[in-house]
């Protein structure tokens, strides 16, 4: 590598203009004196393939890659984590010297390590985990639980067919419970996790009553814009211990930008101040 090779990494998707990615890894390139830049990749489906086929040609390192391009970049990738074809999506490429593209998904990673920081002691299998939703971000979430070893996951999910497909993927561990009921299983729950888009601001108001919530239980939410969401001020009177979903995106950050840029970064209040600010 020469002198003037400067790294490059970027977000690849069709809404990054308001990604917090950029900001995010400039600053940790910024904090630990690395050459390096992140930017914002529009790419429409049409030339997603073209993109990751160029994009190591002119210096870059890896991307990141998020909505819509989740799933395809599995299918354009040379070889694939064994936890990204389980999640069956890829947040991260790597292109590696040799010119090949490898996938992978660090979502569910960056999801029990901010549990793991924001709520010492937690442990997946405390007791059962009452999963909202399932999209995407849920099966990111469902594989990395059963991971971590939980023995249960309550499954509830308003269009229930997609939470019956992930049971029929994920095994006998899930249960799945209608969503009208979704608010009777939190009572014995010791982990509850809002993967859906509800309560996030634009979406949907965050509906499901929440009078089961119990003293100690930990609660979290993937939306992070609001920071302090519907579920979390609830949580909190009740309470629970509350973990932000502004957590799971810092964590996430964190193995893509100690492959892309050779050093593990920090998450602290420093990271969260840098990326709020
Ligand atoms: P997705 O695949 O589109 O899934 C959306 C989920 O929300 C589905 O379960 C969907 O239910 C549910 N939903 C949407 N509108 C609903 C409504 N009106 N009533 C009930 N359920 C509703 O999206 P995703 O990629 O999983 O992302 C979900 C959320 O997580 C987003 O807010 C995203 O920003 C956030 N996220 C955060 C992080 C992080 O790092 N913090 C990472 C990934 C995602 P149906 O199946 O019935 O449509």
Redesign the pocket.
Known sequence: MSMDYIPLAGVIGTSVVHSKSPRLHRYWLRRYGLRGDYVPLHVTDANLAQVVKTLPKMGFVGANVT?PHKVAAIELADQVSDRAILIGAANTLIFRDDGSVYADNT?GY?FTASLRQSAPGWQASNGPCAVL??????RAVISSLIEAGATEVLLS???RP?AEALKTEFGSKVRVVDWVQAGNVLEDAATVIN????G?TG??EFRVPLDGLRRGTVVTD???TPLRTTLLQQADAAGCITVD??G??LH?AVPCFERWFGKRPDVDDETRAAILG
């Open positions: 909505i979502d960056g939703g399932a999209g995407g971000a849920a999910n308003r269009t997609k993967t859906t888009s509800l996030m979406a949907a993937l939306v992070y979903g502004l799971m995106l996430q």
